[in-house]
């Protein structure tokens, strides 16, 4: 069974190799899902699927997220993704205990679950809580699970590269002094700088590090972006293609009445798009199931060759083996709104101070392995810096998760997001402080609203830095405070009524169980840690030194 050491870290008991197991979170943004769990050294490849596929709106997932299946059925997403992390679980554990010969337990295991940088808080806690629901971790033993970020988990893996298990794309000439054997953190000197370009199925992730030797830990020098530009992207293309073959009504039509083989065609397609390259000259055949020109024929009175034959889409043909036949600029062209939006990112990046000195970009994720997109960052950003693909690009991300769940503090210090903050009263200033705002109470002028700022956007916090608040019940006999916590993308915030802050969470202090007789003026010192890949918060009673409950929520409020 696991023990704690007195800083509260899990930790796996005695005689026991601690058991990290890597799970892409990516994989259940989209499904059906394909995916390969790494568990130390032991290689799990669990699969899930469904005949319906999903979609997410993945940067605003709540419990109350509902998802929609092709043919317009609904779900919350919360049990999906429950489901499909239970079901790793289960494999996982089936597969160490196969391999080691001996039952492996769940309170054996560290679990990782990664997540796209730019998702928020509430998305991650949403995360943590489906883990919780499946059985990996739970709040009492919350530091069994860690969430980590899929670029930084990227970017420490890339960092253990030896050169002969990379790809590289660019122009740029190679460092002098060291051989293929080497890895690549041999090319780094103290304060170079790099770019990981995590580019997967629905996001890509941006981030900006920087090398600190001779521990080799990493600091992130400009806060995670990125947006929709995954290859999602060329799927959504290809609808739009087949609407304006085939009429956007069949489309939204044949998706609910024949879920399972639009599934079935969006599978073939995906296997051609793999195919799509610069130098391809022949044609790419997708597929059509007997279902869709079945029903077609049916829902139109007339043939899928006719409806190709009456579009204007001269670059998509008819095949007579039941295909459509592509030309390979036909295909390219589907890539290119994608392309084009993942490549003006990053220059808008590389115009940032932190970005211009950068000395290797890595691409990494399933989109990466795309010959296309490879050429677009090589043609945009090869003169600038060396652009490194590892091999095995596809299992970067998981590979870098074990190695942080065996170090998550490997990256010292983060850029914040957002600047976060409470509501508070202060002293009104005559002059400073706008006439709406004040508030007279027992003869005393207050100044309301004022945003109390724990930290600014894209403010530098290093891993374990505190933040101090201290806080005081209304009157002596209460037992709960709740303080509503605000965000904003802007650092200048002054009020909580200022344009573009929002209430965001709670913070809730439970006063039960200090024990002890109430002094007539209680005091409950917060401390707040916001270095990490998710805000954390502890609290304490100045009277009694007492631990208090305390618990920071981003769903629920």
């Excluded at 799970?23 to 568990?39: E, F, K, Q």
């Excluded at 085939?246 to 798009?273: C, H, N, T, Y």
Aim: overall charge positive; aromatic content about 8%; glycine content about 8%.
């Amino acid at each position: 069974m696991p023990e704690r050491k007195q800083s509260g870290e899990w930790q796996p008991s005695e005689g026991l190799p601690e058991v990290v197991l890597g799970l892409l979170g990516r994989a259940l943004r989209t499904l059906p899902v394909s995916t390969v769990s790494t568990c130390d050294r032991h290689t799990l490849v669990p699969t899930v699927s469904t005949r319906d596929r999903l979609s997410v709106k993945i940067l605003d997932l709540t419990l109350d997220t509902d998802l929609t299946a092709a043919n317009g059925k609904k779900i919350k997403a919360l049990e999906i993704f429950a489901y499909a992390l239970q079901y790793f679980k289960e494999q996982a554990l089936k597969e160490l205990s196969d391999q080691a010969g001996s039952e492996f337990e769940n309170s054996d295991v560290r679990w990782v679950i990664t997540v796209p940088a730019i998702w928020k808080q509430p998305a991650k806690q949403f995360m943590r809580q489906a883990a919780y629901q499946a059985g990996l971790a739970s709040p009492e033993n919350a530091e069994q699970l860690i969430i980590a970020l899929e670029p930084e988990a990227a970017s420490i893996y890339c960092r253990k590269l030896r050169l002969h298990q990379m790809i590289e794309l660019s122009s740029k000439a190679a460092v002098n002094g060291y051989s293929s054997r080497d890895t690549v953190g041999a090319g780094f000197a103290q304060g170079d700088k790099y770019v990981v370009v995590d580019s997967g199925g629905g996001t890509v992730d941006l981030t900006v590090h920087q090398i600190r030797l001779p521990e080799g830990h990493l600091k992130e020098l400009y806060k995670a972006t990125g947006g929709p530009y995954g290859s999602l992207g060329v799927d959504y293309e290809f609808e739009k293609l087949l609407c304006k073959i085939f009429g956007e009504d069949f489309i939204e039509q044949f998706k609910i009445k024949r879920p399972a083989a639009w599934v079935d065609l969006m599978i073939a397609f995906e296997s051609r798009k793999r195919a799509a390259a610069p130098d391809r000259t022949n044609p790419l055949n997708i597929t059509l199931p007997f279902s869709f020109i079945d029903y077609y024929k049916k829902f139109r009175g007339h043939s899928v060759e006719h409806a190709l034959r009456k579009s204007n889409v001269d670059f998509v043909k008819w095949s007579s083996q039941g295909m459509l036949r592509m030309s390979p600029d036909a295909m390219n062209a589907l890539f290119k709104p994608t392309i084009d939006s993942i490549i003006e990112h990053l220059r808008d990046l590389f115009q940032k101070p932190e970005v211009s000195t950068v000395k290797f970009l890595f691409l990494v994720g399933g989109f990466a392995e795309a010959p296309l997109l490879q050429q677009a960052v090589q043609a945009a950003f090869g003169d600038k810096c060396r652009i490194i693909i590892p091999q095995d690009v596809g299992l970067t991300i998981l590979k870098g998760a074990v190695l942080f769940g065996l170090d998550p503090a490997v990256i010292k210090v983060r850029r914040s997001p957002l600047t976060y903050g409470v509501g508070v009263l202060n002293r009104y200033v005559e002059g400073k402080h706008p006439p709406e705002k004040l508030l007279v109470k027992d003869g005393t002028r207050w100044c309301t609203d004022v945003f109390d700022k724990f930290i600014a956007a894209d403010q530098s916090v290093a891993l374990g830095e505190l933040v101090k608040r201290s806080y005081t019940p209304a009157k002596p006999s209460q037992l709960v405070i709740v303080i509503n916590v605000y965000s904003s993308e802007r650092d200048n915030v002054s009020f909580i009524t200022d344009p573009g802050v929002r209430k965001c969470g709670t913070l809730r202090l439970d006063l039960t169980g200090t024990g002890g007789t109430a002094p007539a003026r209680r005091e409950i010192q917060t401390l707040m840690q916001f270095g990490d890949t998710e805000i954390k918060a502890m609290a304490i009673d100045v009277a009694t030194s007492k631990s208090v409950k305390v618990g920071i929520d981003f769903l629920n409020y």
